[in-house]
T-cell receptor, first 109, second 115 residues
Framework: QQQVKQSPQSLIVQKGGISIINCAYENTAFDYFPWYQQFPGKGPALLIAIRPDVSEKKEGRFTISFNKSAKQFSLHIMDSQPGDSATYFCAASKHDMRFGAGTRLTVKP | SQTIHQWPATLVQPVGSPLSLECTVEGTSNPNLYWYRQAAGRGLQLLFYSVGIGQISSEVPQNLSASRPQDRQFILSSKKLLLSDSGFYLC??????????????FGEGSRLTVL
């Protein structure tokens, strides 16, 4: 069962543009919502995370927007750079962690 | 500091052969341990997780099994591999008291090709 739905599947953005990836979850018991970044052949690494008691969290060029009532959250990458090209996963967690299907981001120079 | 080791990094196995992937964590005690599988171009599928020695929860019924013989050791096994078992297998850990959420740390992964 897919408890976390992520879109789009792939995304191409010009350097300097804004990348936006969206996720929706079903289980209201989830209480931790991270985004992971994965480069080819490597394990995913935590990028940024949010808890449901806040609506937005910003770290540098990366921002999570969280809408508890809609059970949706999104990742915004400002001033996207070619080095941001990777696969991004949203996730939702209570005792285990459920991942979205991933978004392959390509930032063109 | 905590580290996670996973091996082998790459393996090619014939259909019907056994499998053993091993994962160890250093620098922490009683971690929660996880096995995920990532098929080509797809997301991360949770296969097993463990909150303690000998305690294994299975998410997907299949021909894979997991064991936790020691506190910081997690093993993924199969008696007979199928073609559909091919994928990128990731071990991960989280602090045991992070029942309310917390960072999941991944290993470097093991790429399995079943021929």
């Amino acid at each position: 069962q897919q408890q976390v739905k992520q879109s789009p599947q792939s995304l191409i953005v010009q350097k300097g543009g804004i990348s936006i990836i969206n996720c929706a979850y079903e289980n209201t018991a989830f209480d931790y919502f991270p985004w992971y970044q994965q480069f080819p052949g490597k394990g995913p690494a935590l990028l940024i995370a949010i808890r449901p008691d806040v609506s937005e969290k910003k770290e540098g060029r990366f921002t999570i927007s969280f809408n508890k009532s809609a059970k949706q959250f999104s990742l915004h990458i400002m001033d996207s750079q070619p080095g941001d090209s990777a696969t991004y996963f949203c996730a939702a967690s209570k005792h285990d962690m459920r991942f979205g299907a991933g978004t392959r981001l390509t930032v063109k120079p | 500091s905590q580290t996670i080791h996973q091996w082998p990094a790459t393996l090619v196995q014939p259909v019907g052969s056994p499998l053993s992937l091993e994962c160890t964590v250093e620098g922490t005690s009683n971690p929660n341990l996880y096995w995920y599988r990532q098929a080509a171009g797809r997301g991360l599928q949770l296969l097993f997780y463990s909150v303690g020695i000998g305690q294994i929860s299975s998410e997907v019924p299949q021909n894979l099994s997991a064991s936790r013989p020691q506190d910081r050791q997690f093993i993924l096994s199969s008696k007979k591999l199928l073609l559909s078992d091919s994928g990128f297998y990731l071990c991960a850990w989280r602090e045991w008291d992070r029942g309310h959420g917390g960072e999941l740390f991944f290993g470097e992964g093991s790429r399995l090709t079943v021929l």
